[in-house]
């Protein structure tokens, strides 16, 4: 049951390439690896999708970008243009922030209409939605609110951050998150998964894809341990993520 293999490991990491002092040159190379390793995505910035569709054609990683990121207050129009612009140009998945400012405010029936506009949009094109909270500014009653909301409005997952608070995924949040919604919906965690030991913690508590940017020392590690026969889930997990914080 706590058998798991390196590729399954592969398969979680949307391999993060959001830093805004990235440049091509960056983000051919972080393609690059994400190739190799054969990561589920990369996710880059808008300006720069063109370029990850065009190193990644022909492999099996999808090309993935952020819309009204980090603060998700642009208004749901300038959130479907995005969507559709990035959808056009070969996205496959588009992970959101939900407008926080509102989720605060108590306005959960614009939340619900502004995940619920960008999903149809993104269903329409056949592709995949998550929606980002950023739970570092957000208590467990605001956390289990927004997970309704979003189930209700179609997204295919929730995410915990953007991993540019001041804090990133805690595994009392992806279990928090994992119980507030359907087995229809999965979990994203992002900020703070640097380390085989980590991502092995967060996949036991339910969580399907992590934002990363240690995806090479992660991955070696998994093929050592694969090839050592050590590779597998914890027995227990407590309640404390290996190393987490802001930023990925």
Avoid: W
């Amino acid at each position: 049951m706590n058998k798991v293999t390196a590729k399954d490991i592969a398969k979680m990491i949307d391999h993060s390439l959001l830093n805004p002092v990235m440049t091509e040159k960056d983000i051919i190379e972080g393609c690059e690896i994400a190739s190799k390793y054969d990561a589920a995505t990369v996710c880059v910035k808008q300006s720069f999708v063109d370029v990850a569709v065009r190193v990644l054609k022909g492999s099996d990683v999808l090309v993935t970008t952020v819309v009204g990121f980090p603060h998700g207050s642009s208004v749901t129009e300038t959130k479907i243009f995005e969507a559709e612009y990035a959808l056009r140009q070969g996205c496959k998945e588009l992970d959101m922030v939900l407008d926080i400012g509102k989720l605060l405010g108590g306005d959960y029936d614009y939340v619900e209409s502004d995940v619920a506009a960008v999903a149809k949009t993104v269903h329409e094109a056949g592709a995949i939605l998550k929606v980002i909270f950023e739970n570092a500014y957000l208590n467990d009653e605001q956390i289990v609110k927004a997970c309704e909301l979003c189930e209700r409005a179609g997204a295919d997952f929730v995410k915990t951050s953007t991993g540019y608070a001041p804090g990133g995924a805690t595994l009392p949040d992806l279990r928090l998150m994992r119980a507030s919604v359907s087995e229809k919906v999965q979990i994203k965690a992002a900020g703070g998964v640097r380390t085989l030991d980590t991502a092995l913690q967060v996949r036991a508590v339910g969580t399907t894809r992590f934002g990363c940017t240690a995806t090479i020392k992660i991955m070696e590690d998994a093929y050592e341990r694969e090839a050592a026969g050590t590779l597998r889930l914890p027995d227990e997990v407590g309640d404390v993520l290996g190393e987490h914080g802001g930023g990925y």
